[in-house]
């Protein structure tokens, strides 16, 4: 693997591999001492034009977790502001001894772009409302560690998937594991081509939900338009919101997981975002190991 910029081409055996390698790292990151010296002396810079809470932390606990170096990298404060290019911006990273970007850029394609300019590895970490593989990889390790692996079951992506880079990553990686995908959304929250996705659609989360093992749940994207394509949050609500009242209807052992930040009061309700059955914080600390597991195999280091 040269770079890491989607799902869409992964097959079982190379995300499952690297789900086991998270594993290993998950009992790195709870030993007294958090830290292996397996990437010692590689320098990860993350690159992110977009907000980012945990992606961009998480690069960068799971690099020094590796003994790598980082340089971190955000437009304000940088001489974006004076009309650098992106192009411009990553050599100069690069120049700077990075041997791997993290890339998360508001316009679709942009970690391809990086990957044909630089030697750099690179990591796509979000571009617009295309692909987040790193968040579906850890998605599938958080469900694979809670309920013992994907095969069979039933998992239900929920609300904005029309500007859902997270749908659209997931909705590759969770069939390739063996898993059955409904995308359940208002019509007009449903991408316009979803030809050759392995997926279903339903518009009728009450319908669906008693059969559900897996409720992933996204945000209503504002910032992209999600919020314009239906009358008002409050019948948002009313259909797709997990309230305590469609918790209720879930299966005993059936989690919810949600990629952050959560809307409390829209997509899910306060009680059921910190109820123990709903794993978003597992979900963070689990990508802390799978991006630990990427960075290990795009650069190529040995076990400490
Ligand atoms: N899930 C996710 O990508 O979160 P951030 O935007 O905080 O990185």
Not at 17 to 37: H, N, T, Y
Not at 210 to 239: C, I, K, N, W
Request: net charge neutral.
């Amino acid at each position: 693997m040269q770079h890491l910029l989607s799902t869409e081409q992964m097959g079982r055996s190379e995300a499952e591999s690297l789900l086991d390698d998270a594993d290993g790292f998950l009992e790195v990151l709870d030993r007294p001492i958090p830290k292996v010296p397996a990437l010692r002396g590689r320098t990860v810079a993350t690159l992110f034009f977009e907000p980012s809470t945990r992606t961009r932390m998480s690069f960068e606990r799971a690099a020094k977790a590796l003994s790598a170096d980082t340089l971190s990298f955000s437009p304000s404060g940088s001489s974006v502001s004076k009309g650098e290019s992106l192009k411009d911006t990553v050599l100069t990273v690069q120049a700077m001894g990075a041997d791997l970007a993290v890339v998360r850029h508001k316009a679709v394609g942009a970690p391809w772009r990086v990957a044909e300019w630089a030697q750099m590895r690179v990591v796509n970490g979000g571009d617009g409302a295309h692909q987040h593989p790193t968040q579906a990889l850890l998605d599938a390790l958080t469900i694979r560690r809670s309920l013992g692996g994907l095969d069979g079951l039933r998992i239900g992506i929920i609300g904005d998937i029309r500007y859902s880079r997270v749908a659209r990553s997931n909705c590759f990686l969770f069939p390739t594991l063996g898993a059955d995908v409904t995308l359940i959304a208002p019509p007009t929250l449903l991408p316009v081509d979803t030809e050759g996705w392995p997926v279903r659609h339903s518009s009728d989360l009450d319908a669906e939900i008693g059969s559900l093992d897996v409720v992933y749940l996204l945000r209503v994207q504002t910032e992209r338009g999600g919020a314009s394509v239906f009358p008002s949050l409050s019948e948002y609500v009313r259909r797709y919101g997990l309230t305590q009242r469609r918790f209720g209807m879930l299966k005993d052992e059936a989690v919810v997981l949600h990629p952050g930040p959560m809307n409390r009061g829209v997509e899910v309700s306060d009680v059921v975002a910190d109820d123990p059955r709903c794993l978003v914080l597992d979900q963070v600390a689990n990508g802390v190991a799978v991006r630990m597991a990427v960075l290990f195999r795009l650069l190529g280091g040995t076990s400490g």
